[in-house]
């Protein structure tokens, strides 16, 4: 029979392509949106997957709206992708972001328990969680030190799972996934800020790109590869949460001098660090042990922080030159 997938925030990066890899292995495929009439998804349009996807309008902090798209639906898997997912923005915005992740996710879980659902849930957390790991590869077991709204949202997100799994017995599993980035993303991110600005430069626009710590060091990888590990979660005869990430970190810096290297630029003629962008608080070393991925979900990263840097630099120059099938961003 063929399974039926709900994917909260599918108009996302990795609800986009989450999507495009369920289908592909034969899944019919609903998504949710607040206003399906009104968002975006360009996304889904640009993976070619937009007519194969039914939506339905859902506000995920709203229970009776999650308990009528659920009952409609009746899932067997549901991949919660949605909520307020920008680290900076949280420091504007800690309400909405706390809102949208707990309450949110609290509502799925409930919805799923009060209908006695025999369904799985997946739960996107965060490696904002672990917070500073100092150089050591975060494992799941490593303790939570939550440094941003964002990263205090998750972590609580990932523990309302957990309680539900235990308490109801629940089929809810978290990934606890490090960056992961892709020509999708929204142009608020750092990643694709230094990608779309260094390919502009190249092409002559004279700008200088404004960034605030560029010394932080983060785990990269490739969106495409992080949705394959949740669904590879999902197919677990027990629940479990899993740590998602390449391994390897490296500084922003790093990342700037590739993507500017990438254009042929030396990327201190055009960089220039302002204190007004750094945040409040921020982690210096962010880095995951995907070794129990490998050894029990058969899952490993293929590209790593310069393979990311070309592939999305490559995009973004196609984006440019206005060359068909490029990823066209509405800054959403």
């Not at 809102?99 to 328990?113: A, P, Q």
């Not at 050894?295 to 590209?303: S, V």
Request: aromatic residues 8%.
């Amino acid at each position: 029979m063929t399974k039926r997938a709900l994917i909260t925030g599918i108009s996302g990066q990795d609800g986009a392509y989450l999507a495009k890899s369920l289908l592909a292995k034969g899944y019919e495929v609903h998504g949710t949106s607040r206003d399906r009439e009104t968002t975006n998804f360009w996304r889904l349009e640009r993976l070619g997957v937009r007519g194969n996807v039914t939506i339905h309008s859902m506000s995920i902090t709203e229970l009776h709206s999650v308990l009528h798209v659920l009952k409609l639906v009746q899932p067997d898997e549901v991949y919660n992708l949605a909520g307020q997912s920008s680290v900076s923005l949280s420091f504007e915005q800690p309400l909405e972001t706390m809102t949208s992740n707990v309450i949110g996710t609290l509502n799925l879980l409930e919805s799923m328990r009060f209908f006695g659902s025999r369904g799985r849930l997946y739960n996107a957390a965060s490696s904002e969680s672990f917070g500073d790991v100092g150089g050591v590869p975060a494992v799941i077991g490593t303790p939570f030190a939550p440094r941003s709204p964002y990263a205090v949202a998750k972590a609580t997100a990932f523990w309302e799972v957990a309680n539900y799994r235990e308490a109801y017995g629940l089929h809810a599993c978290s990934g606890v996934l490090f960056n992961h980035e892709s020509p999708l993303r929204s142009p608020r991110f750092v990643t694709r800020k230094i990608v779309a600005a260094a390919c502009r430069i190249a092409a002559g626009s004279g700008e200088t790109l404004h960034l605030g710590n560029i010394d932080v060091q983060r785990d990269w990888g490739w969106a495409e590869e992080y949705v394959e590990a949740m669904w590879r979660m999902m197919q677990q005869p027990e629940p479990r949460d899993y740590v998602i990430a390449t391994g390897v970190q490296s500084s922003l810096r790093d990342f700037v001098r590739e993507a500017f290297a990438c254009v042929g630029l030396d990327w201190q003629d055009h960089v220039h660090t302002d204190p007004a962008l750094f945040r409040p608080s921020d982690i210096a070393s962010s880095v995951g042990d995907p070794r129990v991925a490998h050894e029990e979900l058969g899952w490993k990263a293929t590209m790593f922080m310069p393979d990311v840097v070309r592939e999305m630099v490559r995009h973004e120059q196609a984006m440019l030159a206005g060359e068909e099938g490029a990823p066209g961003m509405p800054e959403s």
